[in-house]
């Protein structure tokens, strides 16, 4: 019953804060568990109006990203 985990990043709007992303992320992503809180890394830009969250997430849960 091993998991997978893959790294999911997402754009929201605002700066970064405590734990913001992984609320973030539970919040679009929904199911608890899906979301590895202590693997989120936030970096916002440099207008401080948007940030990046990159989680580590259950592979499968989250849509893979569209192919560049």
């Known amino acids: 019953d091993d998991v997978k985990w893959c ?13 913001q992303c992984y609320i973030e992320f539970l919040g679009k ?5 899906n ?3 202590t693997n989120c890394v936030c970096n916002s830009t440099p207008s401080g109006s948007l940030h990046t969250c990159a989680c580590q997430v ?3 849960v989250i849509p893979p990203p569209p192919p560049l």
Not at 7 to 19: M, Q, R
Not at 29 to 33: A, N, V
């Open 7 to 19: 790294e999911f990043t997402d754009e929201f709007i605002g700066g970064c804060g405590p734990e």
């Open 29 to 33: 992503y929904g199911k608890y568990g």
């Open 35 to 37: 979301v590895n809180a």
């Open 58 to 60: 259950h592979c499968g």
